[in-house]
């Protein structure tokens, strides 16, 4: 990253909401399940499929959580009721892993037996390195009771290959993505160059080892080389799929479909937009000088 663009990202906390708001339309679907439910409808429609997300982490209130929870069940029936192909993804400091790992647990259960009542599916979306080993327990012991419960591993953590060989031997699922948290140099890869190495080598584990995974990106460079690996062990459609973030690179996006790829689409949402909006503008540095060029009049 140019110092010019850690300088505009740094600076993001002092563009102003509205601003943001106006930037976040490209990668929230709205504040609320209604408008969600709609992306999700025009998603498939246009041969994608969906993961919805409820925006929202590090809860403190039990109340909060629980009502979290509540907003997933009410999902579940609208995807249901509604005939989308959809799943959801889960933030585990939304379902209270800060508050206590148990009730955060029993949470997810709530979630997971819902999803398994209608034939669906829940992703448990990594956070950052403080609930990496929580995260992952809670996994295992869910998916060992309803089976139908996925996680997501990071390529920049220099753990990740290990996870793997941890995976729960019946029906993994796993998202690799390159991960978003700024984590320190002891425990995550620094350079980019690096962490592409380390989504290619996890890539291949996961995909020599029989999971199912979803590859998590828009780097064109790893689009490649995950097509070299699904042809390299002959993968059929039912093996792994690709995701990709709602708004971001849609050109990519129709040229996997067009390649027959089954590709699903992020779809958050929910009133707490601004925190996430803001990371995603730190990960698109591009993207963030023009928000701050329009938040000082430039052009």
């Keep these: 990253m140019s110092l010019f663009s ?45 993961t919805m997300d409820v925006l929202g982490e590090e809860v403190s209130k039990r109340s909060k959580a629980e009502a979290a929870v509540e907003e997933y069940i009410r999902l579940f029936e609208a995807i249901e009721e509604r005939g989308l192909d959809a799943n959801v993804s889960i933030k585990l400091t939304l379902l209270g892993l800060k508050i206590d790992e148990t009730f955060c647990r029993e949470n997810v259960a709530r979630v997971a037996e819902t999803a398994a009542s209608f034939g669906n599916f829940v992703r448990i979306d990594m956070e950052d390195s403080s609930v990496t080993d929580a995260t992952l327990r ?51 890869w620094k350079r980019f160059e690096t962490v592409r190495a380390n989504f290619v080598a996890a890539l291949d584990k996961l995909m020599r080892t029989g999971v199912y995974v979803g590859i998590a990106t828009h780097d064109e460079h790893l689009v490649c080389e995950a097509e070299r690996l699904i042809d390299r062990y002959a993968l059929g459609r039912d093996r792994y799929e690709f995701q990709m973030l709602l708004g971001v690179d849609e050109e990519l996006r129709r040229i996997l479909l067009d390649r027959g790829h089954r590709l699903r689409v992020y779809v958050p949402y929910g009133r707490d937009w601004y925190p996430y909006s803001i990371r995603r503008l730190r990960e698109n540095p591009e993207v963030a000088r023009h928000v701050m060029r329009a938040t000082l009049g430039l052009r």
Aim: charged share 25%; with cysteine.
């Design 138 to 188: 809670i996994y295992r012991e869910v998916h060992g009771r309803y089976g139908n419960v996925g996680a997501v591993l990071q390529s920049y953590m220099r753990r990740t290959l290990r996870d793997i060989s941890e995976l729960p031997a019946e029906a993994p699922n796993i998202r690799l993505c390159k991960g978003i948290y700024i984590e320190p140099r002891a425990i995550a």
């Design 6 to 50: 850690r300088v505009v990202v740094t600076t993001l906390p002092l563009v102003p909401k509205f601003v943001v708001g106006h930037v976040a339309k490209r990668y929230v679907a709205g504040e609320t399940r209604e408008e969600a439910l709609g992306t999700a409808k025009a998603l498939n429609e246009s041969g994608a499929l969906a």
